[in-house]
């Protein structure tokens, strides 16, 4: 699991100076160079041999944050040539201002075809600068000859206006580290909350322990001291990405920095930055395109009346409204948590951002008399927001709450093919502040209600000819209806899925097919189809094996790690049960049956079981494999890989069954 250790400095009380050194630029060892790989992950495909990183608050014509950095990297492989492929984001302003790279400077060490050593410069005529949106761009360049066996080192300076996020420093990445140290310089004017996340320790020593620059920092004629701080580790482990993962940055041991309070130099009053999560409700309710837009009820007031006509119960209410709002607009692919064109805009266009629909649902279930809130959340993409303190920016989606009787519903109106209280797998990332007109802002967990269900029912009967005859019958609920509805839906007509489905299943013939509940998201999504399978060439042999796995098949355990330091995180629970019943011909009976499997996960995770039932003439074999959780500890890790093997290692048996 993340792990968070959260500093806070108070400058003043540092008494001494420390200093970190940078490793000299454009050099290079034999032993380097040499290398063949690392001792301690043998699978890299590139190491880091050294990272520095120096960063300070500076005041020669306006107060800067500024960082030189600089490393080395060691490629093994043609899989480690990316790490020759550098891009350098940086931030744009709405005055047009820009953080900016200087000072860029790279290096390619490498052996020729005779063996002797050359190095390759970076004509800086290849640094090329794109602009991906209003708010980023990127500085980009490759390293020059980057071959197996080559040493690359690279180092530029950044400066950014920007005081309120420190620039962090990330001592994991993709690959292993031999070291990464990172030295701040904070005027004792500031004052900064440092948080470490992950796993990893730093390096303790004289070192590492924070000292004070006596008057390290002017402006205004004004001098004060600075606090020195290095931060440091050595030998660490890649992060390797696995299956069931969130972002990765939730898990990389790094050094985040957050601007709590300043002294303004001019009044020598101390100005807070950071904010307690009752002036971020204020700020939020004053906001007008947040709180201003959660108010509009009178925007649908009239609108709303056909659609609550003859209904009194609230959930039938908060369907509708729901349905309505589904069905009023069009997701323009925007995220974020404020209302671009305020809602009532939006709602005559038909079209909108995320906020722009799902406020416009809160506004519209408040107007239904439902009590309504709004969440407001990080996607599992942008990462797990920092609980200690509230940090707005970390949050890019919203979603709306209906609260009716003792139950809540989440509920997101951007797809018009999440039913109600479903939301989509990107929003289920731990939890979600939510917000409220007029009571105070609370957490609550967003994989409440979530679940993925299906059921398989295959009755097939064996013909002379080799082929199996017969109905394959699927229920799908929750999020795997949705898939389902999901996948159907992006065909023109049922019909052509149906012929897509048939033509990826080379020995499986669809002769006739039925969807039902399509478009009723109260009910699971049925689908039968009567098929005909490819089994055996024909029977003239007196004894056959079948394999009672049909549907499903997994083939490659997707956990390989043999530790795995951060959860696994499917994001909600999840059960498939397959019940297969085959029919024989008459003179056919059973020989043997796979031997039955019941393994379970601790603490009632979860379990695979198989059953088999047989008679002269036919078997009926089930399994269901089910996770009762969609969060499962690192320390749980060992028992979903084994899991996974036993499921593995089951699928391969076969029933036996031969002439009489």
Partial sequence: MKKTVLFSFLFFSLLSICRAQDFKYGTFSHDDLGMKSYKNDTSAHALVLNEYGNAWISSNDMIALEMDYHVKIKIFDSKGFKEGQIELPFYIWEDGDTETYTDIKAVTFYHDENGDVKQAELNPKQVYTTKENKHWGTVKFAMPNVRNGSVIEYSY?????SLNRFKEWAFQSDIPKLSSEYQVSIPAIYNYNISLRGVLKLLEGDKYKGKVDKDCFSVAGTKCDCSKLIFGMKDIPALVEEDYMTSPKNYLSAIYFELSDYINLRTGAKVKVSQEWQDVDRQLKLEDAFGGQMKKKNAFKDVLVPVLAGKTDELEKAKAVYAFIQKSFKWNRFIGIYSGDGVRKAFEKHTGSIADINLALV???????????AVILSTRENGVVNRLYPVITEFNYVVAKANIGDKSYLLDASDPMLSFSLLPMKCLNDQGRVLSLDKPSYWTDLNANQNKRST??????????????????NYSFGYDAYVKRSAIKKFNTVDEYVEN????????KILNSEIINLDDFDKPLSEKYEVEIDVYDNLDNNKFLFNPFMLHKITVNPFKLNERTYPVDWGMPSSERVILTVHLPEKYKIESTPELVSVSLPNDGGKFVTSVETGNNQFTFSHVVQFNRGLYSSAEYPYLKELYNKIIVSEKADIVFKKN
């Fill in 363 to 373: 506004a519209a279930l408040s107007s239904a008399g439902i009590n309504s809130e």
């Fill in 157 to 161: 300076h950044l400066k950014s206006f």
């Fill in 456 to 473: 398989y029912a295959l009755d097939l009967t064996l013909q002379e000819n080799g082929k199996l005859k017969g109905s394959i019958t």
């Fill in 501 to 508: 489905l048939d033509e990826r299943q080379p020995k499986l």
